[in-house]
Each structure stands twice: as C-alpha cells, then as structure tokens.
C-alpha cells in the first residue's frame, strides 16, 4: 500500500502552511483522500502536484490560471487540442517575464547614468542624463496618458 502523509507531514516537507493545503483543497486544485475521520491524507502524487504548484506559483503564475490550465494528472488521456492551448497559454505568458526584464535592464541603465553624472558631475555628463531620462518619460508616454505640457506648469526640460 503506498504510504499517505498527514496534513502535517506535508506541510513540514513542502514548508506550505496548513491553512494554505486546506485552501487547495478546498478550491479543489488538490484534492487529498480523506479517512473515516475526515482527516486528509496525501499521496505521493498529491505532494508531486503541490510540488509542481509551488513552481507554477515562483514562475507567477496564479491559482486561477494552475486550475484552470494545468490538469495533465487529472485527464484519462492526453488530449492534443489542449496541449495545444496550453502551449500557446505558456508561449503568452513568457512574454511577461521578458517585459519586467526589459523595464529592470531600463531601470538599471537609468542607474548608471545617474551614478556616472554624480560621481562626475558637469555639463556634459549633466546632459546624458537628461536625453537618457526624456527617452524613457517618451516610452511612459507612448504607454498611457502621462503629464501635459500645462501640467508642468511651464517647467523647461
């Protein structure tokens, strides 16, 4: 027979709280047998699904979006139009990761230059750093509604 785990034994190995293995349970992501007591007992194949949800959840992802597009355990069989839908969910997704990547690379730039023109201020290095702070203020801009030239009450670059 293979060996279930209490509660309590699988919240010390995964270092998930209880109260959090009960939500799970309870939104029905995972599903633990239960005992004629009404106590929950986890398979191995319940912890290698919490598992695969910790990592789902460091990768951003939402409980909704695990739910709701990662049931592979839970199919009779594979089925290839939803392999297909969520490989394209997945291929959406990493765009995500590649956008906060790109605004943190901008943000450290942006960085740089403020550390070089205080470290060696002049007129010069005064100016980099405006051209650098107008392109980004112009890719804000391009984004959303951003501050009017009246909203800055006549204040000159």
């Known amino acids: 027979m293979e060996k279930q785990y209490s509660i309590k034994e699988v919240s010390r190995i995964l270092g998930i709280p209880k109260d959090t293995l ?18 929950r007992r986890y398979s191995k ?6 598992m695969n949800i910790q990592i789902m959840q ?19 069989s594979v089925d290839s139009a939803y392999c297909q839908e969520v490989a394209e969910f997945l291929n959406a997704k990493k765009a995500e990761p590649r956008k906060k990547i790109a605004h943190l690379e901008k943000v450290s730039q942006l960085l740089d230059v403020a550390v070089e023109t205080l470290r060696d201020f002049n007129h010069e290095s005064d ?5 650098f702070v107008r392109e980004i203020y112009r890719d804000l801009h391009k984004k959303g509604p951003g501050i009017t030239k ?8």
């Open 45 to 50: 194949n319940d912890l290698i699904n919490l």
């Open 127 to 131: 100016q980099r750093l405006a051209v």
């Open 150 to 157: 009246e909203d800055c009450d006549g204040h000159q670059n």
């Open 22 to 39: 009960r939500y799970y349970d309870r939104i029905g992501i995972v599903s633990p047998s239960r005992e004629h007591n009404s106590y």
């Open 58 to 76: 460091y990768a951003d992802f939402s409980l909704e979006e695990i739910k709701g597009k990662f049931q592979f355990h839970r199919m009779q």
